[in-house]
T-cell receptor, first 116, second 115 residues
């Protein structure tokens, strides 16, 4: 089966510019996650979707970050305007359902963002 | 709130030696625990998971981990390291939050394998 797809793989922008990342989860996976992974740290959950509804966005900086998952399939994450501290790898993951005993996330390759 | 501490940001072993990567967790309820591996420029891949069944969990690539409630630990081991095991390893904890199984990750341990 095809894995989680993300694009672009790399992006370099200047601060105050905007940027968008795209994620296509594994077919049939209802749950989709966006993580931010800063160099030297573990992934931090930004937002979690169940189908096209938001389950958890408590750590999403809503003044500059936004995400949507139209039709409960693919998703976009946007940053506007970007700051230097947004430089990180943005990982998308999906899972069939967040159900006890079946909770396994599949990760995409990530998008490495550099803000100059 | 749940949290994970990975002791040692960098572990170096010789090829054929025992691999031991340490993970301690904090959770207010019985947790689910995971180990992931990340190779350069790739996403995370699940190695193994503990979901309240057997305390000794076997995963892919010869890795295993033991859940010790009394020590709040979930250390990852492999009897004999291969060069291909060189990667970054992340421990994660998840609590039963109803419909929201949020995973919290540790900061990671970089494993290098020397020939």
């Amino acid at each position: 089966e095809a894995g989680v797809a993300q694009s672009p793989r790399y992006k370099i922008i200047e601060k105050r510019q905007s940027v968008a990342f795209w994620c296509n989860p594994i077919s049939g996976h209802a749950t989709l996650y966006w993580y931010q992974q800063i160099l030297g740290q573990g992934p931090k959950l930004l937002i979690q979707f169940q189908n096209n509804g938001v389950v958890d966005d408590s750590q999403l900086p809503k003044d500059r970050f936004s995400a949507e998952r139209l039709k409960g399939v693919d998703s976009t994450l946007k940053i506007q305007p970007a700051k230097l501290e947004d430089s990180a790898v943005y990982l998308c993951a999906s899972s069939f359902l967040a159900v006890r005993g079946r909770y396994e996330q599949y990760f995409g390759p990530g998008t490495r963002l550099t803000v100059t | 709130a749940q949290s994970v501490t990975q002791l040692g940001s960098h572990v170096s072993v010789s090829e054929g030696a025992l691999v031991l990567l340490r993970c301690n967790y904090s959770s207010s309820v019985p947790p689910y625990l995971f180990w992931y591996v990340q190779y350069p420029n790739q996403g995370l891949q699940l190695l193994l998971k503990y979901t309240s069944a057997a305390t000794l969990v076997k995963g892919i690539n010869g890795f295993e981990a033991e859940f010790k409630k009394s020590e709040t630990s979930f250390h990852l081991t492999k009897p004999s390291a291969h060069m291909s095991d060189a990667a970054e390893y992340f421990c994660a904890v998840s609590e039963d939050g109803g419909s929201n199984y949020k995973q919290t990750f540790g900061k990671g341990t970089l494993l290098t394998v020397n020939p």
